[in-house]
């Protein structure tokens, strides 16, 4: 039995915090009151001026096991994960092999079963290979519990392979996740096209990639009636085209990543290549406007994309050959509080709405909002403290991450899954 | 002045160090008249040409530039076969400071190699042509090459012309640049696939020839169509390319009543950019350019100062 005193809790789609007691027993939630007294034999954890938070679920993670656990392991990636207050996640199925059958997908999950202490979603493959010609093995992928397929990393390239397997997904409620981008546009692309890849003599990724795809994929979606969850939005046309799909009742979601509301393509600097990620930052009008977009609600989710690389990959390369992609599981939090909560962009709602609620309930998972009865997964963020993202404190195995080094305001505390205590930098062990 | 340790793109430059470079050419280029042709400014200094894409020309030009300031030149030619996969060229690069080269001149195809290199090197590291990004020294001595005909303070407020591939050429990069900062003006002129967006508010397009001579230029600067770079069809065929964008013969006469410059980095293809009575034409510069290259190569090795002798 163990007693939250004092926190302030942040609900989703709440503005403000509520002030209360939580007292969890047997790994649940029992009691949510303005205050309580201590019951007999429970732990006291004193949250007072700190932010009490549901746990953080992450729709868009690469763990990279199996084949190229150099990168990141599910036990390392998840451990990324607990030191980020982040409770839950969905694997990538862009492994080596790729996730793309039931007994994969089982033995993924066997290995989250032995190492991970948190649980692990697994998204299978829609394509055999993740190649995009023959049609994965959807029924036995969603026996072993497979709840959204993708061939993220890459778009499925053929429309008519990509609705005859949203057609044929459909009748297992599957949701498909895209990875929106015309490969032929995209060419020999590294960064976002325009100014900036001029000057660095980078081939650029057009905008019109992204967007082309992402109107593809909803006329399928729209076609088929298949759940359509476009992944990594980018660019303020790719949102203003799912905004209208969705008044126009398709079915269809989307996410947005911390690093394309933070970051946008001026940041490359002198070609560093920790702003280099697949879709690319765009610009700075981009920035707002996916900004604005969370707020209003076109967002349904935030989603990482955590994509660990070797340091030799990312850092020993030049620009145009390090690989695509940035880690996020441990700086979300943190960057989304310093970036936008801290300075009144968006509140505590608007972030445990996107980050911890709305990813479940796309998911089919259950809540796990801070009331009565719901499993305890809490996470306790010191608003006053600070992170400073070493290759020490990060427990991914990567760190090809734009924070490497730099301190960010505010620091996840305790993160607490049932009865257990996963990560406390409370003074004094528990 | 501070002193400067590498040479990486023409941004990085204050005017103050360009007009350095290029009053410093100056004198070196008088030298060539003479019999004796070398100095021993960097007598005992090693200077490392580091080519990871075919180039004899500008290797040869940086070598001859080294050698004339007494420097011992080695040339290495990293063919793109014997890099072996897994080994970056920063290992390469650890390898080659057992040399202890005091001035590294690196070209390869990928944009921003030679900004690695310097970040992780004591040595000078001259930039001399990576992927699309920046080709520094093109651009001093195309602005040598100009301000020996417009003397002075003539130069500003004149008028260049780039003809050309515009998207993928670093010269067109940094020559534009140069030429910006030297407040001379800039046109650009090229098929609408080859004319990039994002390309700076202060070139101003054409969108012939026409309408580009109706704008006065100075100088028309072309630049080499990179057949070889090119993986997909940017214009119809090379003939067309010619009829459109090249200096035909019937151009040429309109460069001649009105006296404009030419200028082209090389190699030339005749019968696409220009044509062989370009070659002659007597304001054509592309032999000018070539001579200037070595002095001003040679004015920014004496620049350049190797970490060792900072302090």
Redesign the interface.
């Known amino acids: 039995m163990r007693l939250f005193k004092d926190a302030e809790i942040a609900a989703a789609g709440s503005r403000r915090l509520t002030k209360a007691d939580v007292l969890v027993e047997g790994g649940r939630i029992s009691r949510v009151e303005e205050t309580m007294a201590v019951p007999e034999g429970a732990e006291v954890i004193d949250c007072a001026g700190r932010i009490l938070l549901p746990g953080m679920f992450d729709a868009h993670v690469h763990l990279r096991e199996p084949g190229r656990n150099d990168k990141e392991t599910i036990r390392t990636g998840t451990e990324a994960a607990i030191n980020g207050g982040v409770t839950g996640l969905v694997a990538m199925p862009n492994t080596s092999p790729a996730i793309d059958s039931g007994g994969l997908v089982r033995s993924v999950l066997d290995i989250a079963r032995r190492t991970a202490r948190i649980p692990v979603q697994v998204a299978g493959a829609i394509t055999k290979g993740r190649e995009g010609k023959e049609m994965a093995s959807i029924a036995g992928m969603v026996g072993a519990g497979v709840r959204m397929i993708t061939d993220d990393g890459s778009p499925v390239r053929n429309p008519q392979m990509l609705r005859r397997a949203m057609e044929y997904a459909r009748e297992f409620g599957l949701l498909i996740a895209s990875h929106c981008e015309t490969m032929e546009l995209s060419?020999?692309g590294a960064m976002n096209?325009?100014?900036?890849?001029?000057?660095?003599?980078?081939?650029?990724i057009p905008a019109i990639s992204e967007e082309i795809c992402i109107e593809r994929d909803i006329a399928i979606a729209r076609q088929t009636g298949c759940r359509l969850h476009i992944q990594h939005v980018t660019t303020a046309r790719g949102m203003e085209i799912i905004r209208r799909a969705k008044e126009d009742g398709v079915p269809v979601s989307c996410e947005v990543a911390p690093h394309h509301l933070i970051f946008n393509e001026t940041d490359i600097g002198?070609?560093d290549s920790n702003y280099k990620m697949n879709p690319p930052l765009r610009t700075a009008d981009d920035n707002a406007a996916l900004l604005q977009g969370l707020i209003d609600g076109v967002f349904d989710l935030i989603a990482t994309d955590h994509a660990p690389h070797t340091a030799?990959e990312k850092h020993?390369?030049?620009?145009?050959?390090a690989p695509f992609g940035v880690t996020g599981l441990e700086t979300a939090l943190p960057s989304l509080y310093q970036f936008f909560i801290k300075p009144g962009k968006f509140d505590w709602g608007v972030l445990v709405e996107h980050y911890s609620a709305r990813p479940r309930i796309l998911l089919g998972l259950d809540p796990v909002e801070i009331a009565a009865g719901n499993a305890a997964e809490l996470v306790l963020f010191d608003p006053a403290g600070q992170s400073v993202f070493t290759k020490e404190f990060m427990r991914s195995k990567a760190s090809n991450t734009p924070f490497l080094n730099q301190p960010i305001d505010g620091q996840v505390e305790l993160v607490v899954v049932g009865d257990e205590i996963l990560l406390s930098r409370q003074e004094g062990e528990h | 002045m501070e002193p400067r340790k590498d040479l990486l793109e023409i941004e990085d430059l204050s005017r103050e160090e360009i007009e350095f470079v290029l009053k410093t050419a100056q004198p070196y280029k008088e030298l060539f008249k003479r019999s004796v042709k070398k100095m021993p400014t960097l007598q005992g200094k090693a200077v490392l040409n580091l080519f990871y894409e075919p180039s004899t020309r500008t290797r040869s030009s940086f070598e001859v530039a080294a050698k004339r300031l007494s420097a011992d030149v080695t040339n290495l030619a990293v063919s793109e076969s014997s890099v072996v996969k897994g080994e970056s060229i920063l290992d390469t690069v650890d390898t080659l400071q057992a040399m202890r080269a005091d001035y590294i001149i690196v070209r390869h195809k990928a944009s921003g190699i030679p900004n690695l290199i310097a970040k992780h090197t004591g040595a000078s590291v001259i930039n001399a042509g990576d992927g699309f990004h920046a080709h520094p020294t093109q651009a001093l001595l195309d602005a040598y090459t100009l301000r020996e005909r417009y003397p002075g303070e003539e130069l500003a407020g004149k008028k260049v012309l780039i003809v050309g591939d515009i998207l993928h050429s670093r010269v067109a990069r940094s020559t534009s640049r140069i030429l910006n900062k030297l407040d001379v003006e800039v046109g650009v002129l090229g098929p609408g696939t080859l004319m990039p967006d994002g390309r700076p508010p202060e070139m101003r397009k054409f969108g012939s020839f026409d309408e580009a001579f109706d704008w006065e230029p100075d100088v028309i600067y072309l630049l080499r169509v990179q057949f070889e770079r090119q993986g997909e069809q940017f214009f119809p065929s090379p003939g067309e390319y010619h009829a459109v964008y090249g200096l035909t013969n019937t151009r040429l006469q309109v460069v001649r009543e009105r006296g404009i410059w030419v200028m082209h980095p090389g190699p030339v293809n005749r019968g696409v950019e220009l044509t062989d009575e370009v070659m002659t034409y007597e304001r054509c510069l592309i032999n000018d350019q070539v001579e200037n290259g070595i002095a001003t190569r040679m004015a920014v090795l004496y620049w350049l100062k190797p970490e060792t002798e900072f302090a």
Request: charged share 15%.
């Open positions: 060419g020999s096209e325009g100014r900036v890849s001029y000057k660095l003599g980078i081939p650029g002198s070609y030799f020993q390369q030049d620009f145009g050959n």
